[in-house]
T-cell receptor, first 109, second 114 residues
Framework: DQQVKQNSPSLSVQEGRISILNCDYT??????FLWYKKYPAEGPTFLIS?????DKNEDGRFTVFLNKSAKHLSLHIVPSQPGDSAVYFC????????FGQGTILTVHP | NAGVMQNPRHLVRRRGQEARLRCSPM?????VYWYRQLPEEGLKFMVY????????ESGMPKERFSAEFPKEGPSILRIQQVVRGDSAAYFC????????????FGNGTRLTVT
């Protein structure tokens, strides 16, 4: 039972453009949502989070949007940079964190 | 200000041997989580521990796997009688408390069973 889904295995974007990564969840009990970035052979690194009482949180080039009625979460990166190329995981929390399968983002110079 | 430390980084075991993976949480963190990443898959929750207590082990296989977080020393994930299907990257994460705190991950232990 995949409670957190990232339906796009990969995304390719030109440098300077916007990257939009999407995530859907099924469990309405989740009350905290996070995005992590992961490079090969490293652990996931926390990027940005949002509480279920908010619908938007912004941190520099990264903005997370939460649509609770649609049970949908998205991460916007603007402008995208080649160093952003990595695997991005969304995660949802109700006690423990449940992760999506990840989306490989490639930003081309 | 050391982050989450995991060792070893790489571990090779033959089928039937035991694997011990260690995790030292960040300073001041008393909550430890173990996750497993199989090839081409996301991170799967295994177990959540506080000092001397297992809080949630709903993701742990029923047999051969155990975890502890003693009062002193690192958290240990132990896999007995390893099989090829146990080959994966095992990540430990820590947090200062439950709810509203992002987890901080170590760089993982890559277990290969030959």
């Amino acid at each position: 039972d995949q409670q957190v889904k990232q339906n796009s295995p990969s995304l390719s974007v030109q440098e300077g453009r916007i990257s939009i990564l999407n995530c859907d969840y099924t469990n309405s009990m989740f009350d905290y949502f996070l995005w992590y970035k992961k490079y090969p052979a490293e652990g996931p690194t926390f990027l940005i989070s949002i509480s279920s009482i908010k619908d938007k949180n912004e941190d520099g080039r990264f903005t997370v949007f939460l649509n609770k009625s649609a049970k949908h979460l998205s991460l916007h990166i603007v402008p995208s940079q080649p160093g952003d190329s990595a695997v991005y995981f969304c995660a949802a929390a109700y006690g423990k964190l449940t992760f999506g399968q990840g989306t490989i983002l490639t930003v081309h110079p | 200000n050391a982050g989450v430390m995991q060792n070893p980084r790489h571990l090779v075991r033959r089928r039937g041997q035991e694997a011990r993976l260690r995790c030292s949480p960040m300073k001041g963190h008393s909550h430890v989580y173990w996750y497993r990443q199989l090839p081409e898959e996301g991170l799967k929750f295994m177990v959540y521990l506080q000092k001397e207590n297992i809080i949630d082990e709903s993701g742990m296989p029923k047999e051969r796997f155990s975890a502890e977080f003693p009062k002193e020393g690192p958290s240990i994930l132990r896999i007995q009688q390893v099989v090829r299907g146990d080959s994966a990257a095992y990540f430990c994460a820590s947090s200062p408390g439950q709810g509203g705190s992002p987890l901080h991950f170590g760089n993982g232990t890559r277990l290969t069973v030959t």
